[in-house]
């Protein structure tokens, strides 16, 4: 059989119809000449030869049409032909085809776009490969600081050796501050950020190097030549992409060092480890220097194959508590735990939640535009029903006007998902480009094929989901019902009106659950924002600090002298302080404990967070002295030990007493307590406080680095460029490192949350005007249909205000039983929202109370609309148009 | 057979149309509807119409091949001719109802016994 022949023949016949019909027409008449002329022969006469032909030949009509099935496409020939008529018919009805894609693309556009985000933090891979054996290993019930999700170099040493469930591991140095490094070359010093990676990081992960190399064993023992990795954006920022760069020297905080390999694009470590962060190179961690500094090593590891996850945990369960601290003190009790998560679920686990939230906050727009656009059909309907009634008397089957009114529904959904998809397009650029939220994998949210597949599967489900009301109505009632409703009879059909208000209370219901989860959400991030943060972020800013103290503490306490007794002297600068630390940034805890009358044992100290700061830092942030004094300048020339806690700890170490005045050991060393501060919320603004102390920059309490901090009046904008210029003539090698408002650590931590709350409130937004738009729409289209009605009642005396007065209990009557339904329905549900909810109670009563409030004014208003313009009929007018 | 007339398998109007053609040469559509109804002496059912469907089944087969010319009254018609592999599905096609007719035949044939009569 010759079938490609055949579908070729027919697919090309498809396109060539006129033509090919042309033929045919010639052929059959002169078909039917022949057959007339045989039949005079025959001795008829001319007009009984032609009719005998033509009953003969049976119908001409018939035979073209078989023609054309025999030889084209049939079913495609229908489609084009609903096609041609749905475009006529949309064409010119344009303003309804104008609000129907519109409100369409709204809904499929919040759908692709959220569906994207869902799709790269929850459900695609990570970007490394099997990264499904990837696992991330943190201490079992971590508290919020990183020192409890590390691990020290010998620990992580002996757990390598040790185990037998992982092809590798490795891990990075968790403390990294941005701007560690400062990039010297031509012009002036950049701040870079480097982080340091273990032996065989990028190998555990599965990251090739686009160019060059990675690191190799013998570049991560002590006094190795220094090497780094360069991340792909920076080379191309930085180097112009150049391809050369491998083998070149770059100068790190005068260091020289070698590059030897560029990674690929599609390795972002912040968007995966540390979210919101950028990351420009890589340098190798090694062991040998960081032996004594306590927790530092984030651990990765790659399961060997076939190696279960909970069969590794086994192993980690009998491994982890047997390791060391440190090799040097095996009398230090490590108490280790090891809790295996796979690195993805580790990423993404603590969104899953808020992403389902927000996948059905659109799943549920989508509805509300589904019933909405079914009611705008079904009205479109009822006009319509004269021309259905008349093409089903001329023949056209059921199933026939069935397949017409989906097919306008398909070209209105394809339509709308067209716009959708541009729509979701320009947010997801714009997200993506968001490096102020601290979402991870946020940088990789693309339109790939599983969200153009998603796209095209809502499209056909949402064209189905509005297209079946009215195809259900039409084929429910019969042909004299269609046209009978249709007439411009008193009142609307009562079948018509009652499935129409069904659909409008549907989307009242499920814009009050919208409402209700966005409020919230909301009340949930003004608590946050409003939270007590013991710091006062509004008008302070920072700036990283370079400078060069030869590692003579004399000097630096010089040196930070200077800089903090200029920086005040600045116009517009209130105090000034400096930080090695600063809250909601870098993560880094030490141990203290009250010094008492025995030797302390190792689990007598508690875990604090470190800032090892100058006089005037506490005042420059805004933070409240409780009780002693601030560190002065004094402290540090004389390398006095003295301590400031706060008040966790002072409850902690010495409930019900003054702590100052006594003696604590902290970080190694006793040091005098001297002052009690408020808690300060050092990781995130929904972070209980924990323990924090500020040391001075004595000998044993060496700084990492240092931050200005200033307090002003003047905007910070304003004042980056004198404390620029103040901090160039102390030290003209000081990077151009960005003046940063303290506010924008508070933002940054606080905006996963805000980013969710955005967009569940621009979703009840939507919601709530689709509502609006559906509810103004069911009362308008009944006011029209009843114009002649209540021209009937006001020339019987009816008054304009009763006649409004008629249309807005109508309206309010939709209203109220859909903010009923809501209301039952969000009490449920907003109990599954609660573990997103912050300082807010699942049934709080004013985000409920408010709901039915907004709901109300909005139906008022949708309604009132109509009432007036029914409250406008003149009575004369109306039923003389009848 | 009566007054009835036997309507038409679904595809055996193709066979007779190209056993016709590869009887009478290249002919166009009236004539070869009219020689059909001839042979089978007026007892197919046919609608003249019908041919047209077939025809350009079998040319888009590529069993048969069509071009316009002159009959023998001087009209424009268009003219079918079986094509090399037209002639093939002709045989296949005549094989395939002379054993279906004999099958038939021995079916219908059967008596009680299961035997011939």
Known sequence: ?882 | MGESKLDLLQGTLDVMVLQTLEVLGPLHGYGIARRIEQVSGNEVLLNQGTIYASLVRLQQRGWIAAQWGISENNRKAKFYSITKSGRKRLAHDTAYWRRLAAVMGRVLAMDDEGGKN
């Open chain 1, 1 to 882: 059989m010759s079938l490609p022949r055949e579908a070729f023949h027919r697919i090309r016949s498809f396109f060539r119809n006129d033509p090919l019909d042309r033929e045919l027409n010639n052929e059959l008449a002169s078909h039917l000449e022949m057959a007339t002329e045989e039949n005079i022969r025959r001795g008829m006469s001319p007009d009984d030869a032609r009719r005998e032909a033509l009953v003969r030949f049976g119908g001409i009509q018939q035979s073209r049409e078989q023609h054309r099935d025999a030889r084209g496409l049939p079913l495609l020939d229908v489609l084009m032909q609903d096609l041609r008529f749905t475009f006529r018919t949309l064409k010119r009805e344009w303003g309804f085809t104008l609000v129907a894609v519109l409100i369409l693309a709204l809904g499929i556009g919040a759908n692709i776009a959220v569906f994207s985000v869902v799709n790269t933090i929850l459900l695609r891979p990570l970007p490394f490969r099997d990264s499904e054996r990837l696992v991330r290993i943190v201490e079992k019930n971590p508290s919020t600081g990183e020192s409890t999700k590390t691990y020290t170099a010998d620990a992580t040493q002996d757990f390598q050796q040790l185990n037998t469930s992982f092809r590798s591991v490795s891990g990075y140095f968790a403390f990294t501050g941005p701007d560690n490094l400062k990039l010297i070359g031509n012009g002036q010093p950049l701040p870079v950020t480097g982080i340091l990676v273990a032996e065989g990081f990028f190998q555990t992960l599965g990251v090739e190097a686009r160019l060059g190399r990675l690191f190799r064993s013998g570049e991560f023992v002590k006094h190795a030549p220094p090497v780094a990795l360069l991340s792909y954006p920076f080379w191309k920022r930085q180097f112009n992409g150049d391809s050369h760069i491998v083998g070149r020297t770059i100068d790190l905080s005068n260091t020289s060092v070698t590059v030897i390999g560029v990674l690929p694009d599609t390795f972002d470590f912040g968007s995966v480890f540390s979210p919101g962060a950028k990351v420009d190179l890589f340098v190798p961690y090694i062991m040998d220097d960081f032996r004594e500094d306590g927790n530092d090593l984030a651990l990765v590891g790659r399961l060997k194959p076939g190696v279960t996850l909970g069969a590794a945990q086994r192993e980690a369960d009998q491994i982890f508590p047997q390791l060391l601290f440190e090799h040097k003190h095996p009398e230090f009790k490590a108490g280790y735990t090891g809790h295996l998560t796979i690195l993805k679920d580790y990423v993404s686990g603590k969104l899953r939640r808020s992403l389902i939230v927000l996948w059905c906050a659109v799943g549920m727009i989508l509805l509300i535009v589904c019933v909405n656009l079914s009611n705008l059909l079904l009205s479109r309907l009822a006009a319509r029903s004269k021309e259905f009634g008349m093409r089903s008397a001329l023949g056209a089957g059921r199933g026939r006007l069935m397949r017409q009114l989906l097919t306008e529904s398909m070209v209105l959904a394809l339509a709308g998902s067209a716009f959708g998809l541009g729509l979701a397009y320009f947010t997801l650029s714009y997200l993506a480009h968001q490096g102020s939220i601290a979402l991870p994998l946020l940088s990789m949210v693309r339109i790939d094929g599983n969200v153009l597949a998603s796209t095209l599967l809502i499209a056909v489900v949402a064209a189905v989901l509005f297209g079946t009301a009215p195809g259900l109505r039409m084929s429910a009632g019969n042909l004299q019902d269609l046209l009978k409703d249709s007439g411009p009879g008193l009142s609307e059909g009562r079948k018509h009106g009652r499935l129409r208000s069904a659909l409008v209370i549907t989307e009242i219901s499920l814009a009050c659950i919208l409402v209700v989860g966005a409020g919230l959400l909301l009340r949930s991030f003004l608590r946050v924002v409003d939270v007590d943060l013991g710091f006062e972020p509004g008008r302070a800013a920072a700036i990283t600090v370079d400078y060069d103290d030869g590692r003579n503490v004399a000097r630096r306490a010089a040196i930070w002298q200077e800089i903090v007794n200029r920086a005040s002297m600045i116009p517009g600068v209130e105090t000034a302080g400096i930080s090695d630390n600063l809250p909601m940034s870098r993560n880094r805890s030490w141990g203290i404990t009250a010094k008492g009358q025995q030797k302390a044992k190792d689990s007598d100290f508690l875990p604090v967070f470190v800032y090892i700061v100058s006089p005037g830092y506490l005042k420059a942030m805004g933070m409240r002295l409780l009780e002693g004094r601030d560190i002065s300048w004094h402290d540090i020339v004389d390398n006095r030990n003295v301590v400031i806690i706060n008040e966790t700890v002072a409850r902690r170490l010495w409930p019900g007493q003054s702590p100052i005045g006594r003696t604590a050991l902290a970080g190694g060393t006793e040091a005098q307590v001297i002052g009690v501060v408020a808690d300060v919320r050092e990781t995130g603004a929904e972070d209980k406080p924990g323990a924090q102390m500020y040391l001075p920059p004595t000998k044993q309490f060496g700084p990492e680095g240092a931050n200005l901090v200033v307090r002003s009046k003047l905007p910070p904008a304003a004042l980056a460029k004198p404390v620029m210029k103040t901090l160039r003539e102390i030290n003209p090698a000081q990077p151009a490192t960005e003046f940063k408002p303290i506010q924008s650590l508070v933002d940054h931590a606080t905006s996963p949350r805000r980013f969710f709350v955005l967009l569940v409130g621009i979703f009840a937004g939507l919601g709530l005007l689709l509502a609006s738009l559906g509810i103004y729409g069911v009362i308008s289209y009944a006011v029209t249909r009843q114009r002649a009605e209540i021209g009937i009642r006001m020339a019987l005396g009816a008054t304009a205000s009763l006649v409004q007065f008629n249309v807005i209990r109508n309206t309010l009557r939709l209203a109220l039983a859909g903010i009923f339904i809501g209301f039952l329905a969000s009490l449920a549900i907003a109990h599954l929202i609660a573990s997103l909810l912050f300082g807010t109670s699942p049934t709080d009563p004013p985000t409920f109370g408010g709901m039915v409030i907004l709901l109300g004014l909005v139906a008022l208003l949708a309604g009132y609309l109509p009432a007036r313009k029914a409250s406008k009929i003149d009575p004369m007018i109306a039923l003389r148009s009848n």
